[in-house]
Each structure stands twice: as structure tokens, then as C-alpha cells.
């Protein structure tokens, strides 16, 4: 059994308002770095063998104290990283609202593309490829996963079994962890989801 803690990266001041997207340049505030901070006595005896980011500032800076701790070097992984907006990175999600291509993105997540984007199908197609890819490496390893938000529900829908369309049923706050247990056999489970404390003994 490999075991995967999912952490979505800490606050930072696009959360809530606008799509950050994969812009550049989008960094932890201080609330972020706090949380991220805390991500080493959240995960205080806790195994930990190998943390693999997204190659996004704000991930990759939640990652950091955890790893410098841990004695651990980030493994920067490009098929974890935020779904790619298109035409919508940078906008505002209030001025969305009325755009009738946003509003069918977040009724159809399995099917609607965003413009000149992907989709939430092809986002979890990516990443969870990759944590089977750990699971056929390294069956009997525990590892974290920093990514995003969408990126994160996708994985654990996928393992729920849960329709994409359902994805406003799961939440993911900054800085939660998810835990998800993947057997060699295909047989996989969530442990838990959306923790917001520590979650070692």
C-alpha cells in the first residue's frame, strides 16, 4: 500500500477571488506561510519519504519548511500542477459569474473545456496517472502531494468513484490534507479528507 497525504497549497490573496491560474508570481500571504509552517507539526511523527510539489510558487513555498525539516529535497512534478484556466487565468471569479461558458464549467466538469484550457477530466487523467506511477516505483511508500485545489478533489473523486460533476460537493481548503491509500492490485481508498489539523499519533 502507498500512502498519499494530498495538501493543497496555503492561503494566498487570489483564494476566493480570482483564477490564479498558472501565473507566475502568485506566492504564499502571510496566513499562507503560517500554514505552511505548521504543516511540520501537523505532520509531527507522521512517515514521510518523499514530497512532490507543483511547480507553482505558492505550492512549491508550502512545501518548503516541511522539506527543509524532513531533510527531504521537493520533487517538482509538471502532471500536478493547477488546471490550466486558458482565458480565464488572472480574471476575477465575480466577473465570471455571468459568462455563460463559466457557468457550464461548473454544472459539466466532465465534459466542458475551459477556453483555450483543459479539462477537469484530462487534469485528474494526469495526476492520477502519476501517483500510479509512485505506487509501481515505490508500492510501499508514504508520500505528500502539494497541488491545488481542483487538482486535489479530482484525485479523490477519482478514488470515490465520485462523477466530476459532483465536485462542489467535495471541499479542499488552503492548506488541508487529504489521505489516500493506493493498493498494486487497483484497490484504493480515502482515509480521510479536508483535514485541517494534525494528523500523526
Do not use: K
Not at 506566492?27 to 512517515?47: K, P, T
Request: with cysteine.
Amino acid at each position: 500500500m502507498a500512502t498519499f497525504f494530498l495538501v493543497r497549497h496555503g492561503m494566498c490573496d487570489a483564494v476566493g477571488r480570482s483564477i490564479a491560474g498558472r501565473m507566475s508570481g502568485v506566492q504564499l500571504n502571510a496566513e499562507g506561510r503560517r500554514q505552511a509552517d505548521m504543516l511540520v507539526q501537523r505532520f509531527d511523527g507522521v512517515r514521510v519519504e518523499a514530497i512532490y510539489t507543483s511547480p507553482l510558487e505558492r505550492a512549491r513555498e508550502t512545501a518548503a519548511p516541511l522539506a527543509q525539516q524532513r531533510g527531504l529535497e521537493p520533487i517538482v512534478v509538471n502532471d500536478i500542477v493547477e488546471l490550466d484556466f486558458g482565458e480565464w487565468t488572472g480574471a476575477r471569479i465575480d466577473a465570471l459569474e455571468s459568462d455563460p461558458r463559466w457557468q457550464l464549467f461548473n454544472s459539466a466538469r466532465s465534459t466542458a473545456r475551459i477556453p483555450a484550457g483543459e479539462t477537469m477530466r484530462e487534469a485528474q487523467q494526469r495526476a492520477v496517472a502519476f501517483l500510479q506511477s509512485v505506487v509501481e516505483r515505490a508500492p510501499e511508500s508514504w508520500n505528500i502531494i502539494v497541488s491545488h485545489g481542483d487538482i486535489i478533489r479530482a484525485v479523490v473523486m477519482h478514488f470515490l468513484d465520485m462523477p466530476l460533476d459532483s465536485v462542489h460537493h467535495l471541499e479542499v481548503l488552503p492548506a488541508s490534507i487529504s489521505e489516500v491509500a493506493v493498493y498494486a492490485d487497483g484497490w484504493s481508498v480515502v482515509r480521510a479528507v479536508n483535514v485541517r489539523g494534525s494528523i500523526g499519533g
